[in-house]
Nanobody, 116 residues
């Protein structure tokens, strides 16, 4: 059984920065894709950023140029550097891990709150 744990959420001011970390552990498996999603109250979960094992990245339009996703393949760890934060970035951020054989695992989420 794989475990996915997010950390690094918290409170930031508008224009500030936060760095989220996602670590996958447990059953040995090959991680293909790691991604960050977010879900605000009353909204559907949406893609924020995703990174494949080869380094290819994809970003939501709303965060492009402000957020950066990176990963350490040998540690099954991904990071989300969030800069120039806006109030609308307030949400619960979830890490998704997809294995080479297509299994999907989710973390419990970490709250990010941006206030002025």
């Amino acid at each position: 059984q794989a475990q996915v744990v997010e950390s690094g959420g918290g409170l930031a001011q508008t224009g500030g920065s936060l760095r989220l970390t996602c670590r996958a552990s447990g059953t040995v498996f090959k991680v293909e894709t790691m991604g960050w999603y977010r879900q605000a109250p009353g909204n559907q979960r949406e893609l924020v950023a995703v990174i494949a094992s080869g380094g290819r990245t994809e970003y939501a339009a709303a965060v492009k140029g402000r957020f950066t996703i990176t990963r350490e393949n040998d540690k099954s760890t991904a990071f989300l550097e969030m800069n120039s934060l806006k109030a609308e970035d307030t949400s619960v951020y979830y890490c998704q891990v997809v294995s080479l054989v297509g299994e999907t695992f989710w973390g419990q989420g970490t709250q990010v709150t941006v206030s002025s």
